[in-house]
């Protein structure tokens, strides 16, 4: 697969796992995360970038950083896979990903099969998301409330990146 993935994480211990994993998984670029306007120069390369999470003691950490990928002006950025990975997040942590959007949490074993049909079923099929003011992500019945939000179909490829294929206007009942 042409992607980029960037390891949002320390540089040694999780971090550095996820970029020898990123490695064996076959992406062509793996990088430490180091700003969103980095990214964005990257995405000219290979259009489709994934952001892979080490494993932190509070995933509450991670929202700064996942608010300034979800909330990017370029969509390219803005709709890409987020990944956090962790041999036994707690509930409440997975809870936490999801309300920042993300995209899938991914606990052990991570086995290259079991990770390659986790991470190629955000490409090259539809996926919806909800945006509201405070959330951008993957549509889940909890962002269905009441209140008007954006339900977005989209589509990564790894030839284009993210194309918005149907962009509405709802209001939850």
Same mark, same amino acid.
């Given at each position: 697969?042409?992607?980029?993935? &960037?390891?949002?994480?320390?540089s040694?211990?999780p971090?550095?796992?996820?970029l *020898?994993?990123?490695?064996e998984?076959?992406?062509?670029?793996?990088?430490?995360f180091?700003?969103?306007?980095?990214?964005e120069a990257?995405?000219?390369?290979t259009?489709?970038?994934f952001?892979? #999470?080490?494993?932190?003691?509070?995933? @509450?950490?991670?929202?700064?950083?996942a608010?300034?990928?979800?909330?990017?002006p370029?969509?390219r950025?803005? #709709?890409s896979?987020?990944?956090?990975?962790?041999?036994?997040?707690s509930?409440?942590?997975?809870?936490?990903?999801?309300?920042?959007? #993300?995209?899938?949490?991914?606990t052990?074993?991570f086995?290259r099969?079991?990770l390659?049909?986790?991470?190629?079923?955000?490409? *090259?099929?539809?996926?919806?998301?909800?945006?509201?003011?405070? &959330?951008?992500?993957?549509?889940?019945?909890?962002?269905?409330?009441?209140?008007? #939000?954006?339900r977005?179909?989209? !589509? @990564?490829t790894?030839a !284009?990146g993210?194309?918005?294929?149907?962009?509405?206007?709802?209001v939850?009942?």
């Amino acid at each position: 697969m042409k992607a980029c993935a &960037y390891v949002v994480g320390p540089s040694d211990g999780p971090g550095a796992a996820l970029l *020898d994993m990123g490695r064996e998984l076959g992406f062509p670029v793996v990088l430490p995360f180091q700003s969103v306007a980095a990214a964005e120069a990257q995405s000219q390369q290979t259009p489709l970038i994934f952001f892979l #999470f080490a494993a932190v003691h509070d995933v @509450r950490i991670l929202k700064g950083v996942a608010d300034q990928i979800r909330f990017a002006p370029a969509r390219r950025i803005r #709709f890409s896979p987020l990944l956090y990975f962790s041999e036994s997040p707690s509930r409440e942590a997975i809870s936490r990903c999801i309300e920042m959007g #993300f995209d899938d949490v991914i606990t052990l074993p991570f086995t290259r099969p079991r990770l390659m049909t986790r991470i190629t079923r955000l490409v *090259d099929h539809t996926q919806v998301y909800h945006e509201t003011s405070g &959330y951008l992500g993957p549509e889940r019945p909890i962002h269905r409330g009441s209140g008007q #939000f954006r339900r977005l179909e989209i !589509i @990564r490829t790894a030839a !284009i990146g993210t194309s918005v294929l149907r962009d509405e206007m709802r209001v939850g009942v």
